[in-house]
């Protein structure tokens, strides 16, 4: 029996690895599509989450627990920084702008030689693993869904449902959106950062506008109405592949046609329903 565990492990490590990961990206923008912002910032955020933990494990031999921390807190910091700004927009063109980002970053990672440029960065130790990618996946999990419960959470429905009315019974609307937005980076740098270290290689396309529609798929997919609905959008998307090897190379084409599906069809996404408030009557 332990054998036949260990060889499915082996097997499909990979596939494992990327459940988890995918997942902590779905709930990156699950957090901002919570307060009704669509932002497709989030690959950009995982590739500066990536590169800057590998580049502090394979340059500087940096504990991988310290490297993480930093993952989580560069991205934070540029989402920080440009909130301001492109807070201001809503809808497509605050899509359009976090794709901008994106594509800056990928262009200087690209003539960036020493983080390897074009050919990318090799050489990342494999420091990540089933613990470390489940565990953080577990606490944010729960994290999101106590804060969905909460008066927090009740306050970014309102803010989803209407944004103005939420502003006039005294929400303060930068705030949960700039909060969002950081919180949406930090999660996403830290998805990179392990991505970057069970694969030990990263380049600069792996974070580009493909991957964003990919993971803005996952959250559509499996609805908005819980932190749950975008992991399982993450896993069955994750997964699908596999199930369908000989259609991989339409993987952003099935992707595309999941989510015209979804909107048309179900636009509640798999799990469509909402946590029970703290104290609500039941």
Same mark, same amino acid.
């Given at each position: 029996?332990?054998?036949?565990?260990?060889?499915?492990?082996?097997?499909?490590?990979?596939?494992?690895?990327?459940?988890?990961?995918?997942?902590?990206?779905?709930?990156?923008?699950? $957090?901002?599509?919570?307060?009704?912002?669509?932002?497709?910032?989030?690959?950009?955020?995982?590739?500066? %989450?990536?590169?800057?933990?590998?580049?502090?494990?394979?340059?500087?031999?940096?504990?991988?627990?310290?490297?993480?921390?930093?993952?989580?807190?560069?991205?934070?910091?540029?989402?920080?920084?440009?909130?301001?700004?492109?807070?201001?927009?809503?809808?497509?063109?605050?899509?359009?702008?976090?794709?901008?980002?994106?594509?800056?970053?990928?262009?200087?990672?690209?003539?960036?030689?020493?983080?390897?440029?074009?050919?990318?960065?090799? %050489?990342?130790?494999?420091?990540? /693993?089933?613990?470390? #990618?489940? %565990?953080?996946?577990?606490?944010?999990?729960?994290?999101?869904?106590?804060?969905?419960?909460?008066?927090?959470?009740?306050?970014?429905?309102?803010?989803?449902?209407?944004?103005?009315?939420? =502003?006039?019974? =005294?929400?303060?609307?930068?705030?949960?959106?700039?909060?969002?937005?950081?919180?949406?980076?930090?999660?996403? =740098? $830290?998805? &990179?950062?392990?991505?970057?270290?069970?694969?030990?290689?990263? /380049?600069?396309?792996?974070?580009?506008?493909? *991957?964003?529609?990919? #993971?803005?798929?996952?959250?559509?997919? &499996?609805?908005?109405?819980?932190?749950? /609905?975008?992991?399982? =959008?993450?896993?069955?998307?994750? *997964?699908?592949?596999?199930?369908?090897?000989?259609?991989?190379?339409?993987?952003?084409?099935?992707?595309?046609?999941?989510?015209?599906?979804?909107?048309?069809?179900?636009? /509640?996404?798999?799990?469509?329903?909402?946590?029970?408030?703290?104290?609500?009557?039941?």
């Amino acid at each position: 029996m332990t054998h036949a565990l260990d060889n499915f492990l082996f097997t499909y490590q990979s596939l494992i690895y990327a459940l988890g990961i995918n997942s902590l990206l779905a709930l990156s923008m699950y $957090v901002v599509l919570a307060i009704g912002q669509l932002s497709l910032g989030q690959a950009a955020f995982m590739g500066l %989450g990536a590169y800057a933990s590998a580049l502090l494990t394979a340059k500087f031999a940096i504990p991988f627990p310290l490297a993480l921390i930093a993952a989580a807190a560069v991205p934070a910091l540029l989402a920080f920084v440009i909130g301001a700004p492109t807070l201001r927009l809503s809808g497509v063109y605050l899509a359009i702008a976090t794709i901008g980002v994106g594509e800056v970053l990928r262009i200087f990672y690209l003539n960036w030689d020493y983080a390897g440029g074009a050919l990318g960065l090799n %050489g990342i130790p494999e420091e990540a /693993g089933f613990v470390w #990618i489940f %565990g953080v996946l577990a606490v944010a999990l729960a994290g999101f869904a106590a804060i969905a419960r909460s008066r927090i959470g009740r306050a970014m429905e309102a803010i989803r449902a209407d944004e103005a009315a939420a =502003g006039v019974m =005294g929400v303060n609307l930068p705030v949960y959106k700039l909060a969002a937005l950081v919180v949406s980076a930090a999660v996403a =740098g $830290v998805a &990179g950062a392990f991505n970057a270290h069970v694969s030990s290689f990263i /380049g600069p396309n792996e974070y580009g506008f493909d *991957a964003a529609v990919t #993971i803005l798929s996952f959250a559509l997919l &499996g609805g908005i109405g819980s932190p749950f /609905g975008p992991v399982l =959008g993450a896993l069955v998307l994750t *997964a699908l592949p596999e199930v369908l090897r000989p259609l991989h190379d339409y993987r952003l084409v099935i992707n595309g046609l999941i989510i015209v599906c979804v909107v048309i069809f179900l636009p /509640g996404g798999l799990l469509p329903w909402r946590l029970s408030r703290i104290g609500a009557p039941r």
